[in-house]
């Protein structure tokens, strides 16, 4: 069931008593087929899950915080393997990659690219929307 679910082991020995665990959470996704990008954080490349548009036309777009066209990818055909996209050039930061696929909403995705961003542990960044006009 997707969202977030409650679970509790019991355990069953031998002698016949039980044992009970804690009580965990965890969350389940309902997107197996969406949009994924891998690795994350990126150096020389990042691949594309595109299984979600198989079949369709789709076009990347990677982009700064300031919201500037860094690279930008075509696949005329969208396939179940993953579509490789050349970070030559790109300096280490915070990047959105949107996926603009035919029929869908466009959606954003973060991409790490270095190995760590500013010398921080974790550093957070508001990503301001960026209107992503009708492409497909």
Not at 108 to 122: H, K, P, Q, S, T
Request: contains cysteine.
């Amino acid at each position: 069931m997707p969202g977030w679910n409650f679970y509790r082991i019991r355990l069953l020995q031998t002698d016949g008593t039980s044992l009970f665990f804690n009580v965990v959470m965890l969350e389940h996704w309902d997107d197996l087929y969406d949009f994924k990008l891998f690795p994350n954080p990126a150096n020389e490349y990042v691949d594309v899950n595109l299984f979600g548009a198989e079949g369709q036309r789709v076009r990347l777009l990677l982009v700064d915080r300031m919201g500037r066209l860094l690279k930008e990818m075509e696949v005329e055909y969208a396939s179940s393997a993953p579509h490789r996209m050349e970070l030559d050039g790109v300096p280490e930061g915070w990047y959105v990659l949107w996926i603009q696929a035919a029929g869908q909403k466009a959606k954003a995705l973060r991409l790490v690219v270095g190995e760590e961003v500013m010398g921080c542990g974790r550093v957070y960044f508001v990503f301001y929307t960026i209107l992503v006009g009708e492409y497909l």
